[in-house]
């Protein structure tokens, strides 16, 4: 058989291989290796051939600073990547909650007035947030940062802080990775610190004056506030000077990938249009010496004419046409590649790129509620137990938020972050007005009642949720409204903020008694037990608490009770439903339940 006729013979084989995986839809197993190892003579799918068994994982590289700076400065979907959720993190503050309501009167030494929110002034003016925010980036960006404190405690700063003599919270300050080295671990092997950082040498970088002589300074990590990248096996954190890995140098590869894609497709769509030219023996030009110049320049020429003209010239015989190439499936390709960022990120497609994928009919509702969640997450993970170490440390020092001043219990909490939409508080609001039917039809209050409450009329000087009108409910409404949910129905968990507000209540009872903490009912005590007990909620009970809004006007502590809030019915009421974080979650459960169903 000739070199030719197995040329043949090879391809007819590979188009008959090519028709039986067609036809059959599967893939051949190899005799010889095994019916569980997946092979194909033709293709090499399995075998040695297969491109499968040739990709290898790549060691772990840690990018230059110049380069991962470079990705952040130059390019605005990196600083977004990094920048969104460390930023929503702080864009409504935190909010001090006290356990104590008289605190002491903080006055400000420049105008003589009371400082109406010292703790909030306090980090404002040190700039608490901002330094906190920046080393979340930084850590993102290079794989680590720190925050330094610096304390006045009468202590070298190679030295463990001392609690108990705190004088002066002097400064915070921001450093990345390479500023900051472990020198010493702690080394008892049955302490809870065994093989942590003890001690770092701080080795600022200086770009003023005196930059270039840099001295390292011994730091004890009491007095650092640490701030990991994305988590690392511990032989590549050894590699990286102990610390993690950048979010962008991990994702490179993906970004890398996908401004690829669009710069193919922006040059794509830019050379979408294009020209044909058809020239009579064309052939023949092109074989005589010279033609294939002549052609080239003809061309050339044509095109500057028609760039200054609007217009070309031709033969008689010579024909032109303009064409456009498809750009079917582009968007698919592109939502591919965007998805995968998205993904490496942990960012919806909506808020990464504004929009959802092609095709996706929905405004990406899942996918906002899983991105606050994360931002919740990331707020506790990353920002709480640092803010309320440095608060620790402030209210122990003489130029802290009540100078010093012992002030009880307190702690913070984040507000929420996600806004209510028209469509949600319209399906709220349809809800209330069903509960409002069902109320008034059993005689709980008349039209008149939920009419002026619901739209705050004049003559509604207080609402009918005070103790004395909830009183009016009848048992066998009040023993349905504390059931506790089927067990194979859905239930939901109250945030954080609206236990602690419920939980206030109970402390406020245990404290002084039902005789002073007048503010709730049956009803409502047993609410606020289910709230700070932290139990499953029935949709039933979620649609209670979103309709509890009515009652808002009753939320604020009465004048007269400035000093003692527990003494104010509505606003004990108000705590113990959840406060204003427990009330506006039932409302956007309540109205996410509704859309499901």
């Avoid at 003890?198 to 730091?219: A, C, F, S």
């Avoid at 669009?262 to 058809?278: G, L, P, R």
């Avoid at 939502?335 to 990406?364: C, H, K, N, V, W």
């Avoid at 440095?390 to 909490?413: K, Q, T």
């Amino acid at each position: 058989m000739s070199a030719s006729q197995d040329a043949e013979s090879i391809l007819e084989m590979e188009a008959r291989a090519e028709i039986i995986d067609l036809a059959e839809g599967t893939i051949k197993a190899d005799a010889h290796m095994g019916g569980g190892n997946m092979s194909n003579l033709f293709t090499g799918l399995g075998g040695q051939l297969d491109k499968a068994t040739q990709t290898q994982w790549e060691e772990w590289v840690s990018y230059d600073r110049t380069t991962l700076e470079a990705m952040y400065s130059s390019d605005d979907l990196c600083a977004k990547l990094i920048d969104d959720i460390p930023d929503e993190c702080i864009r409504k503050g935190v909010e001090f909650r006290p356990k104590e309501e008289t605190l002491p009167r903080v006055i400000d030494p420049r105008t003589g007035h009371e400082i109406e929110d010292p703790v909030n002034a306090w980090i404002k003016r040190h700039g608490i947030l901002a330094k906190l925010n920046k080393a979340d980036k930084w850590s993102r960006i290079y794989g680590g940062a720190a925050v330094i404190l610096g304390v006045d405690d009468g202590r070298e700063a190679n030295e463990p802080l001392d609690w108990g003599n705190i004088k002066r919270f002097s400064w915070a300050t921001v450093v990345d990775r390479d500023e900051l080295t472990p020198v010493k671990w702690y080394t008892n092997w049955d302490a809870s610190s065994f093989n942590e950082i003890e001690v770092y040498n701080l080795t600022p970088t200086l770009y003023g004056p005196g930059g270039k002589d840099r001295i390292p300074h011994q730091i004890h990590q009491s007095r650092v506030l640490r701030f990991e990248g994305a988590h690392a096996p511990r032989d590549v954190m050894a590699s990286n000077n102990w610390w993690g890995i950048s979010l962008l140098a991990r994702a490179r590869r993906r970004i890398e990938r996908f401004i690829a894609v669009e710069q193919s497709m922006a040059n794509v769509i830019n050379e979408s249009q294009y020209d044909v030219y058809y020239f009579e023996d064309l052939r023949n030009i092109l074989d005589k010496t010279g033609g294939t110049s002549k052609l080239i320049r003809r061309l050339s020429d044509m095109g500057m004419v028609k760039g200054a003209l609007g217009g070309i010239a031709l033969d008689t015989k010579d024909r032109h046409e303009q064409r456009v190439r498809s750009l079917a499936g582009f968007s698919d390709l592109y939502d591919r590649f965007a998805q995968s960022i998205a993904m490496a990120f942990g960012e919806p497609m909506t808020r990464l790129f504004g929009a959802a994928p092609s095709g996706l009919s929905t405004d990406d509702e899942s996918g906002r509620t899983w991105f606050y969640d994360r931002v919740r997450t990331h707020q506790e993970t990353r920002y709480a137990d640092p803010l309320r170490l440095i608060l620790e440390i402030a209210m122990r020092a003489e130029n802290g938020p009540y100078r010093g001043r012992d002030i009880g219990a307190w702690d913070l909490v984040f507000p929420e972050l996600e806004a209510i939409d028209e469509e949600q508080r319209a399906n709220i609001e349809k809800t209330e007005a069903e509960t409002d039917q069902i109320a008034i039809n059993s005689g709980i209050y008349t039209a008149e009642e939920a009419r002026r409450n619901r739209y705050n009329e004049p003559g509604a000087e207080r609402s009918f949720s005070l103790p004395e009108l909830e009183e009016e409910i009848p048992s066998e409404v009040a023993t349905e409204e504390v059931q506790a949910p089927k067990a194979d129905a859905r239930t939901w968990h109250a945030p954080r903020a609206a236990r602690e507000a419920a939980q206030r209540v109970l402390d406020w009872i245990e404290e002084h008694g039902r005789d002073e903490v007048k503010g709730m009912t049956q009803v409502g005590l047993a609410r606020a037990n289910q709230l700070a007990s932290n139990e499953p909620l029935s949709f039933e009970t979620i649609k209670r608490m979103a309709q509890f809004e009515r009652h808002r006007k009753n939320s604020k502590i009465a004048p007269e009770h400035k000093g003692t809030p527990w003494k104010d019915k509505g606003y004990v009421a108000w705590l113990g439903w959840g406060d204003d974080a427990g009330i506006r979650w039932a409302q956007r459960e309540v109205a996410r339940e509704l859309e499901r169903r």
